[in-house]
């Protein structure tokens, strides 16, 4: 246990090497959760009807100066499904379309896909993005090679969930842009792993977690749009902002920023949360991103050679997450083994489909090489 892990509620007598799934928040910005959480409570009506809007906008600021954004262009969401959601039910499409996506597209969005598809008779079409992979060129040539005339939009992760895969999404996003394709990013793993300047990356939607790498509470995502796309964008509750008189406003902040009484709270905490984690380093995110990074490079080098298996995608390729290849068999029971009789907290994801399963880990400031080992040494135990 390094003296990092203080500032978290962390079990310390589990190893936690999945941060990447739900994140963990620091003590400190609970702290402040908590505070606004009073306030809230101590007068519910001028929190939530005369000062909400305000707190609100300052939280939008903060994180739009983190991610390279107009405030403009960013709303509020619980969760990046959720943003995900709001951009393919709003969007109209026809049988004549076709929605674009890939073979590692996260379950969740590839639902939503697959119902506006099944709603408006458009056609799903799925590049194949091998893994193991060799370069990230394979998924530039695997993703233009589906592109058609009647493509109309392409759903992409930014970093993928299950095989931990940092995507060439720049490259993506201009390749599709000039040949006139909108593109929503599924970008939930992106913010605080890996530099992220929206403006520059130019994609048309992107819908992305704070809970995640920023270490914010839970409840607390973002979903951006281009400003010229926002009058066809709804959030997926259509409250009083849909009628608003308002003209001081937008409409796209004027609709998601209220949707009905929640505890908004986690919004209001994120810039809280980018703060406390820069301040934990004295290079700020840059050092804290270099460091996750290198942390799961040397993890995953370490587990391979443990395990015996060959590393299934370059370093380039590689964030905050990495995953192994495991000898096939049940990725429930594995997992549940892997906490039950080790305490060790570690998502086996079956990859492409069960039997076939891998180990993903998450490289986080307070975890250590020592649980790595550890996990190796796990595995080798159960396994054989």
Known sequence: MNHIFKHWMLDPDVAFLNHGSFGACPIAVLRVQEEFRNRLERQPLRFLGREFEGLLDRARDGLAEFVGASS??????????????????????????????????????????????????????????PFPIASPSQVIEAVLAKVTERTRLALIDHVVSQ?????????????????????????????????????????????????????????AAFLYVKKEKQAEIRPLTISHGANSPRRDRSTFHLEFDWM????????????????????????????????????????????????????????????ALATIPLPNGSY?????????????????????????????ISAQLYNTPEQYEYLGNSLLTLIQ
Not at 168 to 182: M, Y
């Open 72 to 129: 403009e262009e960013l709303v509020f969401v619980p969760n990046a499904t959720t943003g995900v959601n709001a951009v393919l039910r709003s969007l109209t499409f026809s049988p004549t379309d076709e929605l674009l996506t890939t073979s590692q597209e996260y379950n969740a969005c590839r639902n939503a896909l697959d119902f506006v598809a099944d709603r408006s008779g458009a056609k799903v079409v799925v590049a194949d993005i």
């Open 163 to 219: 095989t931990g895969l940092v995507f060439p999404i720049a490259q993506i996003v201009q390749t599709l842009s000039e040949r006139g394709i909108d593109t929503l990013i599924d970008g939930a793993h992106a913010p605080g792993m890996v530099d992220l300047n929206l403006t520059n990356l130019g994609a048309t939607y992107y819908a992305s977690t704070c809970h995640k790498w920023l270490c914010a509470p839970k409840g």
């Open 260 to 319: 009905g009484t929640d505890d908004p709270t986690a919004y209001l905490t994120v810039p809280s949360a980018i703060a406390y984690m820069g301040s934990l380093l004295p290079g700020g995110w840059d050092e804290i991103r270099a460091k996750n990074r290198d942390k799961a490079i040397a993890a995953r080098k370490q587990l391979c050679e443990m395990l015996n298996v060959a590393p299934p995608c370059p370093e380039e390729m590689i964030g």
């Open 332 to 360: 429930v029971e594995l997992q549940d083994a892997l906490l039950e009789k080790f305490n060790i907290e570690v998502p086996i994801v079956p990859f492409p489909q069960a039997p076939q399963r891998l180990v993903r």
